[in-house]
């Protein structure tokens, strides 16, 4: 980064990839509101730790799973695009074990269920079964079946050999869809 202030850097961070976390976020929530939580989430956690980090503080090349870099550190990061989608990843799958804990569902009990498309309640089915799921498994489900990212890109991510991934990634399937025929 260019900037000269800590403040324009963030600015600059939040203007590059607030559009791509918004529609992770959106699209593992199935929920505008929530998908703004989730965006206001990951950028405070990101000026947060960034007002923390202490001058003498080391920089490293990234975060583990369910936790978000410094922004000094997310600026650093080989791909921060990708860092803001795990991010982003990371914060809705949270939203929706709050959701499922509270048992808060976009549908409506007094909605007849007739009036409930099938297609709106296989959603539903899915974004609890992900909420199932431990956070590592949620995050590497949703970054390659939702936001579309390659083998190869997750096997980097998760530092993971390529089979590892996809053996895992069969497995996180069949758990799905065992926790969605419960």
Same mark, same amino acid.
């Given at each position: 980064?260019?900037? *000269?202030?800590?403040?324009?850097?963030?600015?600059?961070?939040?203007?590059?990839?607030?559009?791509?976390? &918004?529609? /992770? +976020?959106?699209? $593992?929530?199935? #929920?505008?509101?929530?998908?703004?939580? %989730?965006?206001?989430t990951v950028f405070l956690r990101?000026?947060?730790?960034?007002?923390? /980090?202490?001058?003498?503080?080391?920089? *490293?090349?990234? /975060?583990? +799973?369910?936790?978000?870099?410094?922004?000094?550190? %997310?600026?650093?990061?080989?791909?921060?695009?990708?860092? &803001?989608?795990?991010?982003?990843?990371? +914060?809705?799958?949270? $939203? =929706?074990?709050?959701?499922?804990?509270? /048992?808060?569902?976009?549908?409506?009990?007094?909605?007849?269920?007739a009036a409930v498309q099938p297609?709106?309640?296989?959603?539903?089915?899915?974004?609890?079964? $992900?909420?199932?799921l431990d956070g590592e498994d949620?995050? =590497? &489900?949703?970054?390659?079946?939702?936001?579309?990212?390659?083998?190869?890109?997750?096997?980097?991510? &998760?530092?993971?050999?390529?089979? #590892?991934?996809? %053996?895992?990634?069969?497995?996180?399937?069949?758990?799905?869809? +065992?926790?969605?025929?419960?």
């Amino acid at each position: 980064m260019t900037s *000269t202030t800590p403040l324009a850097g963030f600015a600059e961070l939040y203007e590059q990839h607030y559009e791509a976390v &918004f529609r /992770a +976020a959106l699209r $593992v929530t199935g #929920n505008p509101a929530d998908a703004e939580d %989730v965006l206001q989430t990951v950028f405070l956690r990101v000026l947060a730790r960034r007002g923390d /980090a202490g001058a003498d503080r080391l920089r *490293t090349s990234g /975060a583990t +799973a369910g936790q978000e870099a410094p922004a000094h550190e %997310v600026e650093t990061v080989a791909l921060p695009a990708a860092y &803001f989608r795990r991010a982003a990843v990371n +914060a809705a799958v949270d $939203v =929706l074990r709050r959701r499922e804990i509270h /048992a808060e569902s976009g549908l409506d009990d007094r909605t007849p269920h007739a009036a409930v498309q099938p297609p709106l309640l296989l959603k539903e089915r899915l974004r609890r079964a $992900v909420a199932v799921l431990d956070g590592e498994d949620a995050s =590497l &489900f949703l970054l390659r079946h939702v936001e579309g990212l390659s083998i190869e890109e997750l096997a980097g991510m &998760f530092q993971m050999e390529r089979n #590892n991934v996809s %053996v895992r990634l069969h497995r996180i399937r069949h758990r799905l869809q +065992a926790e969605m025929n419960r």
